[in-house]
């Protein structure tokens, strides 16, 4: 059997976890009362898709809402009682914050697609950092090269957990919960036990430290959003052009017109002045990590949604023997899912690097990795595989964030901070697993 993107909408089922672009809703249909061979008004077709995505809703199909609604919450209610939450300063905060964790989640999707684990994925980022340090400061090597080498570092990690996961037949929980002891001992090997690191590479600090100028901000504004439009534009033409339902487009208008505002605020906000003493440095524009956070987000997506690949992997995550069946190498799909999680896992230990101006034995320990996991539930990615996409990662990644800068302005502890995401992602998970059984009894 041959699979190819345009078999399936962003929204199906297999596929997105819950997008409210459902191929099913994409149908255009004359509503009561007007003839058949009418055209549907802009409005009807919102009304057709608004009540196509509500009984999808009620059918357990609910994807990120609730991490959107809930992210949406905590951000009124940390605004509320602390003013300080909604300033640009912070608002630029929760970027710097949460790109690490948001990296790895990225990652992490597509080994949880497949109802695998990965539980390695911090001590990863942690040995890529090392290797970073080490070959940019003590040996002197190029930024190309010592960047590709910690990224090389990465997907060589990935490539031996998905052998002995996809070949071997050891469960991904065992195999990685090895990683994470071992690679804990590799990032010490490397650094040396109580040794520290720094990193001075005016690039690599850049990436977590520096922004871009307003006037790039709005160059950035204008790829992205110009980008997404495009998107819309060319996938519906696509299927059309071979016969399949598209969305309408009053739908994709209105999502082109969300993106837009949102794109305009957080430029707007972040371009302002954020320094207390202007005339010793200034401080205003998009962080640089954010358009690094684009590109990222933009590949995962157009792998997962717009590829074979992609399709493939949803598959395997959904039933493996079907998937077999079908002629996809399983086996394969499942090796390559952790190199792209642990590679993914690498980037995000240079980004740690950067972050700290330094890599110390303790890089990528911690939190790390519970709240990356954390982020990718949070954000709708399902436990059990076949459901999730990477914007789940990077929505899950800013409740997270929002969590722990929010509760750290309130003057919480890191006591009650793991509390409260733990908490969250125990709900996170319930309301998975609850989605997954109702969705099994409505027949979706």
Known sequence: MTVTPDNMSSGDNVS???????????????????PAGERPSAVDQLTAHLTAYAGRVRGGDMGSLPAVLGLAVLCAVFGALRPAFLTAGNFANLFTQGAVITTIAMGLVFV??????????????????????????EHGWPL???????????????????????????????????????????????????????????????????????????????????????????????????????EPLAVSAVKVAGVVAIAVGAVAVLNEERSRNVLVVSLKGVPIVVPVLVVLLALGTFVLGYTQYGLHIYAVGGNAEAARRAGIK???????????????????????????????????????????????????????????????????????????????????????????????????????????????????
Do not use: C, H
């Not at 949880?112 to 970073?132: M, P, Q, R, Y």
């Not at 050891?170 to 590799?186: D, E, K, N, R």
């Not at 990718?376 to 990662?393: C, E, K, P, Q, Y």
């Open 112 to 137: 949880l697609l497949l109802g695998e684990i990965d539980l390695s994925a911090g001590f990863t980022s942690g040995v890529a950092g090392a290797v970073l340090a080490v070959t940019l400061t």
């Open 330 to 444: 399983v086996a394969r799909i499942r090796t390559s899912v952790f190199v792209i999680g642990s590679t993914m896992a690498a980037i995000a230990g240079i980004f740690a690097a950067s972050r700290a101006n330094s890599v110390d034995p303790n890089a990528g320990g911690s939190n790390t990795l519970l709240y990356a996991v954390g982020a990718a539930v949070i954000g709708g990615t399902s436990l059990f595989g076949g459901r999730g996409r990477i914007v789940d990662a990077v929505i899950g990644g800013a409740v997270v964030a929002v969590i722990d800068n929010g509760m750290g302005l309130l003057g919480y502890s890191s006591g009650v901070k793991f509390v409260v995401t733990g908490l969250v992602l125990v709900v996170a998970a319930g309301v998975d697993a609850l989605s997954r059984r109702r969705s099994a009894a409505s027949g979706r």
């Open 16 to 34: 997105s976890g819950g997008d409210v672009s459902s191929g099913d809703s994409a149908i255009t249909v004359a509503p009561a009362g007007k």
């Open 144 to 246: 190309v090269a010592a960047l590709a080498a910690a990224i090389g570092a990465g997907a060589l990690i990935g490539l031996v957990l998905g052998t002995l996961v996809a070949r071997i037949g050891i469960p991904s929980f065992v195999v990685t919960l090895g990683g994470f002891l071992a690679f804990q001992g590799v990032v010490l090997i490397i650094i040396g036990q109580g040794g520290n690191i720094p990193v001075t590479n005016a690039t690599i600090v850049a990436i977590q430290n520096r922004n871009l100028s307003p006037a790039l901000g709005w160059v950035l504004f204008a790829l992205v959003t110009g980008g997404y439009a495009a998107t819309k534009a060319l996938t519906a033409r696509s299927r059309l052009r071979k016969g399949l339902a598209a």
